[in-house]
């Protein structure tokens, strides 16, 4: 009986089974601490007893009991992640865009089938409480400095959720020429020019309205960008709609009138059956060595995509610049058709969002998003397999790093010698990964984890370092870092959002540069006599310094082991000097050339063999002094150098290009040419060979380098002056020294005539009104002001012409021209100085505002003063000048209040 009973039941329709309750992955375990403004909720892929599928999810955050938040039934890619403002805060939350600060919160969500019968899981916990609001450091700026010697600036503004940005390649700081570009999310790519001014160059790029939630379905749009540097077309990435789904596509940009505007746009690749999401969608793109486009594309939020070979989501693709697929790509086979297999360079991302090649090792980094934290920075190397597939820890496999917390990087940029100098980066830099770290979306004021910039070394075999804080956002408001590109001049990157306000999408948001600027460096070059920056220094300044002339200072002739080149300038090292019949004729010897940076031993081939130096600042914009030709007997098109360094990689020689085949050279002016310039490698690589012609002029320069000269460093005086304004008028030139109207040292320009003049890069200049005619030893020179690089005018200042006194030096050097002495009768602490200029930061052991005695040596002479400024408009008085002697006592008016020293024979 009973087993016709069972018989009966079993044939019965079995009841059916709900789903499976989820299985929460984010936040990552009970108790986890969170952002207020951004708690990203994510849950594992759906299952079922039965087999039905996923119909929607229900999201809600309770506290105390109450639900302050929720999503409601939220199909598409809402089932497995979601964001606060993808549902709606209510009851005593109701009006908030965030919850609160430091309070106990918990995340419920329940899967709902599609089974017809209202059939829902049960519900998943997760509990969690939000950090603690972190609030800006009083009285710092906005964005604070963590590493030494680098400084933040504000370059542009005006901007709609700036996105990515793209450096012109070649860039040589031309105000009139596209410097670089930026993809606003919401349709636009802007333009900016070399004087910071921003135009617009493609506008209305979507096909719908991107405005939505932030975070959540807002985050859509116009994503990564590229310039492909032969023809100047950009490529960008982006979505349109499409029915009611969004798909991913790149096009290509072309411009008729020099990158300022696009002209015509052409659709290269259309991915119309790979619906995307939020954020998670097609995003960077960069062109590798091989002149290959690559493509990162997000897993639109469906993680079983990322590895799915038949779905181009989750991927790093790679085609040819006209959508195509390479042949030679790793899954590549024709005969079964052109799909996706045959783009997919790696596979098995959830969220590539930023990437780039680095020049030292040729290889494609990327910096994602993970799940549950786990943010990865990874190597991509061909055909391989990335292993995210839905698991909180698979981020981990093949990553070079991932954070323990989630700081949700953006994108990456290296700074590279072969690449606009590093960007003035110093050579412990050189190579590095800077990574931007937006950190939670759209949160108020200073973040722990993300709103900053970090870099990353890289060690022999290829790991790499810890992360190290470069800036981090020290304001009250919203803005965070997003893009970011190496410049000729620094990091250039954009702060996604407007800093004030409570709309994210609202225009406002701004481009920042971080470039190194270190305080303690005065001098743009300083050679030293031993490896590590020991021994003796000299500073030198823009042009071509000859032992055989005595240009090395306190170093001198083969005695050289190390150096450092600032931000802005570049270093060519001989082994020869124009002496022994090289002047116009023979080669320099072995020649190297040293980017910026700190270079503590130039090697054992030129260690101690040193014997001519070239300083090379930025290419002077209308200088003169040495004409290069294109074509022999001074024929053909011809370009005006003044005191600077040109390069033909650089775009500095744009008349002669890499043909100069004869010079003609003004008194008073010298130029060091080479077959080579950077290209042929920085800080290793030879430049030569390199050859040294004085004034006078050069109809030819020999078979072997007419028509190969990719380098000209031209030197000069430091200083010419002018008894009218704008250069005009009498003119006088000055190289480094004290010169005053009583030796009769400005019987060219006159006595109280100077109006106007030009410094060259790495010098400083004092004008004063007297001399020591009548203030020698005592009384005051003044009125006297100080001045660096580039033109000035006195025009309505005490010093215009009045000057009967200027001191012309690049900066401090070792010897003992000049002893002082913190105490009066040359007791106390006391200090040794070479000829040069001292500022406050440059006085040794005696310190500033603490002189009180001073010896200067036979033959030498001093001017010192109580200021020490660079402003023109600021004098520096009062001055005194000292002759050769011993001086027990500086005066009352100067005792302990000497900021600025100047000794020259």
């Known amino acids: 009986m009973s087993g016709i009973l069972t018989m009966a039941v079993s044939g019965l329709p079995a009841e059916a089974a709900p789903p499976n309750a989820p299985v929460i992955t984010e936040p990552v375990a009970d108790g986890a601490m969170v952002s207020a403004a951004d708690v990203h909720m994510e849950s594992a892929p759906f299952s079922d007893p039965d087999g039905d599928q996923h119909l929607c999810s229900e999201w809600e955050i309770t506290t105390g009991g109450e639900r302050v938040w929720a999503s409601g039934c939220t199909g598409g890619v809402l089932r497995y992640h979601i964001h606060l403002g993808d549902g709606v805060f209510e009851n005593s939350h109701t009006g908030r865009k965030d919850l609160i600060p430091e309070k106990d919160y918990q995340l419920r969500v329940r899967y709902k ?55 012109a390649p070649g860039h040589a700081l031309d105000a009139s020429k596209p410097m670089f570009y930026v993809t606003e999310l919401y349709g636009k790519i802007k333009v900016v020019k070399g004087d910071y001014s921003v135009g617009t160059y493609e506008d209305d790029l979507l096909n719908f309205d991107p405005t939505g939630a932030f975070p959540g379905s807002g985050e859509m749009g116009v994503t990564g960008l590229v310039i492909e540097p032969e023809s100047g077309d950009l490529f960008a990435s982006m979505v349109y709609k499409d029915g009611g789904n969004f798909y991913p596509k790149v096009v290509r940009f072309h411009s008729t009138d020099g990158g300022k505007t696009a002209a015509t746009k052409k659709t290269i690749i259309d991915l119309d059956d790979e619906p995307q999401s939020a954020s998670h969608q097609i995003s960077n793109l960069s062109i590798g060595p091989d002149g290959k486009l690559y493509v990162h594309m997000g897993d639109g939020m469906e993680p079983a995509r990322a590895r799915d070979m038949n779905s181009y989501r989750g991927k790093v693709l790679r085609m040819n610049l006209d959508g195509s697929a390479p042949s030679d790509n790793p899954f590549y086979k024709a005969s079964d058709g ?68 989630t700081v949700a990087p953006v994108n990456i940029a290296f700074t590279e010698p072969s690449v606009h100098h590093a960007s003035g980066f110093p050579e412990d830099k050189w190579g590095h990964g800077f990574v931007t770290t937006s950190g939670p979306t759209y949160a108020t004021g200073p973040q722990t ?172 914009k209308n200088g003169s002094g040495v004409t290069a030709y294109r074509d022999a007997d001074f024929e053909g098109a011809d370009q005006p150098l003044g005191v600077g360094g040109y390069e033909v990689s650089a775009g500095e020689l744009p008349d002669v290009d890499d043909a100069t085949s004869s010079l003609k050279i003004d008194p008073g002016y010298q130029a060091v040419v080479c077959q080579h310039d950077r290209a042929a490698g920085v800080n290793s690589g030879q430049v030569g060979p390199c050859r040294f012609y004085d004034a006078g002029e050069h109809v030819t320069l020999g078979d072997s380098f007419s028509d190969n000269i990719h380098l000209i460093a031209v030197g000069g005086p430091a200083v010419t002056m002018f008894s009218e304004a704008g250069l005009k008028g009498n003119s006088q030139r000055y190289t480094p020294g004290i010169y005053e109207a009583v030796r009769g040292q400005f019987s060219v320009v ?73 105490d009066r009768d040359f007791k106390g602490v006391s200090n040794k100085y070479g000829i040069g200029v001292y500022g406050a930061t440059e006085l040794g052991p005696v310190g500033n505002d603490k002189i009180s005695s001073l010896k200067v040596a036979a033959d030498h002479r001093a001017v010192v003063c109580r200021h020490d400024h660079t402003k023109p408009d600021v004098n520096v008085s009062p001055c005194r000048y000292f002759a050769a002697g011993d001086h027990k006592y500086t005066g009352a008016d100067l005792n302990d209040d000497i900021s600025l020293v100047a000794v020259a024979k």
């Open 113 to 167: 089938s599609s089974s017809g019968d209202d059939e829902w899981s049960d519900w998943s916990e997760r509990p969690f409480r939000t950090a603690q609001e972190k609030k800006p450091l009083p009285g710092a700026s906005q964005w604070v400095v963590k590493q030494d010697g680098y400084k933040v600036e504000e370059v542009a503004g005006g901007f709609q959720l700036p996105v990515n940005i793209a450096m």
């Open 338 to 405: 052109i799909d996706s297999h045959d783009y997919i360079y790696a596979y098995g991302f959830r969220n590539p969002f930023g990437g780039a090649w680095r020049a030292s090792d040729k290889q494609l980094y990327e910096v994602e998003n993970g799940g549950g934290a786990n943010d990865r920075f990874a190597r991509v190397t061909r055909g391989t397999d990335y292993g995210w597939d839905g698991d909180v820890g698979d981020t981990k496999k093949n990553a070079l790093y991932t954070w323990e917390d």
């Open 449 to 620: 984890d993300g709103k900053r910039i970090v870099d990353f070394g890289f060690n022999a075999d290829g790991s790499v370092t810890a992360p190290k804080t470069l800036i981090e956002y020290n304001g009250s408001g919203k803005t965070t870092v997003a893009g970011i590109a190496s410049g000729p001049d620094g990091l250039y990157f954009s702060g996604l959002y407007a800093d004030s306000g409570t709309d994210p999408t609202k225009s406002g948001a701004k481009i920042y540069r971080v470039r190194y600027a270190p305080t303690q460096s005065t001098s743009g070059v300083t050679i030293y006599g031993d490896r590590d920056f020991k021994g003796s220094f000299q500073a030198l300044g823009a042009g071509v310094h000859d032992a055989s002339k005595g240009g090395l200072g306190s170093v001198g002739g083969d005695k050289m082991s190390s150096l450092k080149v600032g931000p802005g300038y570049r270093v060519v090292i001989c082994q020869d000097d124009s002496a022994a019949g090289r002047t116009n004729a023979l080669n320099l010897g072995l020649c190297r050339y040293y980017g910026p940076g700190q270079h503590q031993y130039v090697g054992a081939d030129l260690n101690d063999k040193t014997s001519l130096v070239t300083v090379m600042s930025a290419a002077a």
């Open 750 to 822: 006159g006595n109280d005539a100077i109006t106007s003049f030009r410094v060259e890069a790495g010098y400083r200049v004092l004008i004063c009104n007297n001399d020591s005619k009548f203030a020698k030893n005592k009384g005051d020179l003044g009125p006297c002001r100080q001045y660096r690089e580039g033109v000035h005018n006195l025009q309505g200042t005490p010093v215009d012409n009045t000057a009967s006194l200027i001191t012309v030096l690049a900066g401090p050097s070792n010897g003992a021209r000049m002893t002082v002495y913190r």
